[in-house]
Structures are given as C-alpha cells and as structure tokens.
C-alpha cells in the first residue's frame, strides 16, 4: 500500500514560468491538503481538497496559486509566473475521513526553487 | 505570531543522553501531534494526543499533553543516532475544532542531533 507520492521531488524553475506540483493520496483516501514549508518557517496550510472540489483555499495565495484535485488522476498545485519567494518545499497529506485530529500521512513533498 | 512555539530550536547531544523538547502555546488545541522530519523527506507522525493530562509512550519516547492543552512535551531515554531529525508539533485548534478541524498549526520545530 503506497504511502502518499508527490512528484517531482525537485523542481527548478525561472522567474515566470509555471510550476506544477503533483500529488497522489494514499488509496482510499479522498480528502487531500496542501502545506507550504518557507525556509526557517514552519509547515502553514495551503488548500483543502475532495475529488472535484475546492473545500478550503484560504491559506493559498489568491494570485498565482491554483489548485486542483480532478475526478481521475492525482491534485496539482499549479502556481504561475513563479517568483523567488515562491521557493520552498511543499508537502502533500491525505486522510481517509475529515479532519486532523489523528493525524496525516505525509509525501515526501516538493522542493520548489527559483531561479 | 507563532502559535505553538517549540524549545529549543536547536539541540546536541551525545548518544545515550536524556532529552527533552517542548511545544507551548497560549491557545488551546483540541488535539496535538508531534511528528519527525529528515531532510529532504516529509514529516512523519509518531503520536496524537487528545486528552489534557494524557500520556503516550512509544518505546523510548514519551509524549505530555498539558492537562489544559495549551501545551506538550516529548521526553526521549537514551538517545541514538537514528534520533537525529526535525521534531514537528502540530495541533488543532479548539476553536477550529468544528468545521475547520482539518488545519493544522505547525510549530517551527527542535532539531536534533545525536552524536555516536
């Protein structure tokens, strides 16, 4: 039973290209969150996500970033005209139920950096 | 403003020392887990805790929920090398215990590193 799978593991991308960052749930799991981890800071919330809808955006960007999680085929974290300050690990997690009280399982997340 | 602040941040030790790590806040959490990162790789949850009062104990480590939960410690015996790593907090806040229980706040961490 594969754990949670983000690809690709390091990203490199200018100043102005477009980053896609994906993201696998754990089977039968159908709610997928994404976190941002800055250097020197620690994991914030990005978006909430079950199969074809947005729940909960509010800790993403409302420029640039964009989020997804279609009927078949893995959430993408797209995020546009990338700036330096875009460069960070970003991490995916999935639960079987809502919530985080019992905590997530984790990818191994992607390093994001711009150049 | 941090939510959960982690002390200390940074921490070296011999192998075979004692250790422990703190996680506080002045708000409170339904629930909190602590969890361990390695570089290069995502964190990887070791415990929950959703009492206030409660403890847990995961072979040579143990976990303290405050009994108000603002607050948790992780108590490590006999450290080892394969100790070494990032130690995460992270909770629920109580007030998003409801329709928000799904976010959670993170503490920037202990780094620890046990030297053989």
């Known amino acids: 039973n594969a754990g949670v799978m983000q690809n690709p593991r390091h990203l490199v991308r200018r100043r102005g290209q477009e980053a896609r960052l994906r993201c696998s749930p754990m089977?039968?799991?159908?709610?997928v969150y994404w976190y941002r981890q800055l250097p020197e800071e620690g994991l914030k919330f990005m978006v909430y996500?079950?199969?074809?809808?947005?729940?909960?955006e509010s800790g993403m960007p409302k420029e640039r970033f964009s989020a997804e999680f279609p009927k078949e085929g893995p959430s993408i974290l797209r995020i546009q005209q990338v700036v330096r300050g875009d460069s960070a690990a970003y991490f995916c997690?999935?639960?079987?139920?809502?919530?985080?009280?019992?905590?997530?399982?984790f990818g191994s997340g992607t390093r994001l950096t711009v150049v | 403003t941090q939510l959960l602040e982690q002390s200390p941040q940074f921490l070296s030790i011999q192998e075979g020392e004692n250790l422990t790590v703190y996680c506080n806040s002045s708000?409170?959490?339904?629930?909190l887990q602590w969890y361990r990162q390695e570089p290069g790789e995502g964190p990887v949850l070791l415990v929950t805790?959703?009492?206030?009062?409660e403890v847990k104990k995961l072979k040579r480590l143990t976990f303290q929920f405050g009994d108000a939960r603002k607050d948790s410690s992780l108590h490590i015996t006999a450290a080892q090398p394969g100790d070494t790593g990032l130690y995460l907090c992270?909770?629920?806040?109580?007030?998003?215990?409801?329709?928000?229980?799904?976010?959670?706040?993170f503490g920037k961490g202990t780094l620890l590193t046990v030297n053989p």
């Open positions: 997690a999935s639960s079987p139920i809502l919530g985080a009280d019992y905590g997530y399982t």
């Open positions: 708000s409170v959490f339904s629930s």
């Open positions: 992270a909770g629920v806040l109580k007030e998003n215990s409801g329709g928000s229980n799904y976010k959670l706040t």
């Open positions: 089977k039968g799991h159908s709610h």
């Open positions: 805790v959703v009492t206030g009062g």
């Open positions: 996500l079950q199969k074809e809808n947005i729940i909960d």
